[in-house]
């Protein structure tokens, strides 16, 4: 059902010369601006932590998006809300190797699904950092998060494995997780 909501949308404002808007979220140093990076210019750049927010084009098949990154540090989490208007799609970034984070990071995931706004919006989840020793294995997220109870049965979600500094495509888990957000727009999600 919250694809059709996201094909009115995208209906009302156009799809050939507008950008479909994704927000990307999630606590500061989980990768998010390297995932953009990897994401648009298809390389590894050596980034700094973002003070405010990053917005790169991404094309994909038929689809153009507008990512935008915004910082994941504790003073600018309650700036998140005002970046949500015309979002059709939110990209959650997790450092899978920073487990003494997960609460704080599964709160804060809380409070931004919790936003009306986003209610209908597919959730893309990056389990990151996949190559680092001891990262959380994706099973192990989905518990820790309670994404079950957390996301529901009737919000289109996924999680998926990334290795953000990763320069192959196949590795990086990047190019399906951008796939997934596609199809999940593209779809009603009553299938």
């Excluded at 995932?35 to 405010?52: F, Q, Y």
Aim: glycine fraction near 8%; charge should be negative; proline fraction near 4%.
């Amino acid at each position: 059902m919250g694809g059709v909501l996201v094909r009115a949308v995208r209906k009302l404002f156009g799809n050939g010369s507008k950008k479909t808007r994704l927000l990307m979220l999630g606590l500061d140093a989980a990768g998010k601006t390297t995932v953009l990076h990897n994401l648009a210019l298809g390389e590894v750049v050596e980034t700094t932590p973002t003070l405010g927010f990053n917005v790169r084009g991404i094309e994909h098949e038929k689809l153009s998006f507008d990512v935008w990154d915004v910082a994941g540090q504790s003073r600018v989490r309650p700036l998140w809300k005002h970046y949500i208007i015309q979002s059709c799609g939110l990209i959650w970034v997790i450092d899978s190797t920073d487990m003494e984070r997960f609460y704080e990071s599964k709160d804060e995931l809380a409070t931004i699904l919790a936003e009306p706004e986003l209610k209908f919006a597919p959730v893309l989840i990056l389990a990151n950092k996949q190559d680092m020793e001891h990262a959380a294995s994706v099973d192990t997220i989905i518990e820790e998060f309670d994404l079950i109870d957390l996301l529901g049965e009737a919000r289109t979600w996924t999680i998926m494995p990334t290795i953000a500094t990763a320069t192959d495509p196949t590795e990086s888990g990047l190019p399906a997780a951008l796939e997934w957000m596609a199809t999940a727009l593209n779809t009603d999600g009553d299938s």
